[in-house]
């Protein structure tokens, strides 16, 4: 670890920052949507659970082309932002983030939504039966006992916006010290002549993260289930 160059010191910061914000801005939208499509049956259903999923299945580079045309500078909701708002996403590290949160969300939706619906109805019912408003049922039942699914579905998008690439540098580039992530500091270690070993060091380094997110996962989902089963 001594060996970790600044700009590659940097690119892993700013990997973590961009997972992170991504995760964190991601969930609540991916809890609301898992407990919409988990509890509640409408016209549209399909489309909408086709819709959640198709970054999964469309080539990342289509998404980051997409996110350029409808959050860049010029795009449909871009120009908005930028004018009123002031906000800008391409090209920098918060897009990065937009990039990966929307890459990642289908993985952190699906184990959710299985979890809500893994939650035994009666329970819910009883809860209102006792005068709970539907948002207390959701927030004290439904909620807690998703937690396992909840806290599987955040690490899987973490560590999926941590490897993110394709969309990521369609939107914002390869920025050093602004954009450049981990997997685009590989792809640009990889293309020069001595740049074999720092490229060794981030796949290294990317594993290492990756594992320790997979085994939290387990660990956090294995004491929430410990916790509301009384164990």
Not at 92 to 111: E, K
Not at 117 to 146: H, I, N, Y
Not at 165 to 181: C, R, Y
Request: aromatic share 8%.
């Amino acid at each position: 670890m001594s060996e970790i160059s600044p700009a590659e010191w940097t690119a892993i910061l700013l990997s973590l920052r961009v997972a992170i914000m991504a995760t964190l801005v991601a969930t609540p939208f991916g809890i609301g949507l898992a407990w919409l499509l988990a509890r509640r049956e409408f016209w549209g259903k399909s489309v909408l659970d086709a819709l959640v999923h198709l970054p999964l299945v469309l080539p990342p580079v289509v998404t980051g082309y997409l996110l350029l045309l409808t959050f860049g500078r010029r795009g449909l909701v871009g120009a908005w932002l930028a004018d009123n708002l002031g906000i800008v996403f391409a090209f920098r590290w918060t897009g990065a983030a937009l990039a990966c949160g929307i890459m990642s969300f289908p993985l952190l939706v699906r184990p959710i939504r299985l979890s809500i619906e893994a939650v035994d109805r009666r329970l819910e019912q009883a809860s209102s039966t006792l005068g709970a408003a539907p948002w207390q049922v959701f927030a004290t039942v439904t909620l807690p006992l998703a937690l396992p699914g909840v806290l599987a579905g955040m690490v899987l998008g973490f560590a999926k916006a941590i490897g993110e690439f394709g969309a990521t540098i369609t939107f914002v580039s390869n920025i050093p010290g602004e954009t450049q992530t981990i997997s685009s500091a590989i792809y640009s270690l990889i293309q020069a002549p001595d740049g074999d070993a720092a490229a060794g060091r981030l796949v290294l380094i990317s594993i290492v993260i990756a594992m320790g997110a997979l085994i939290a996962s387990e660990w956090f989902a294995r004491r929430a289930t410990k916790r509301l089963h009384g164990n």
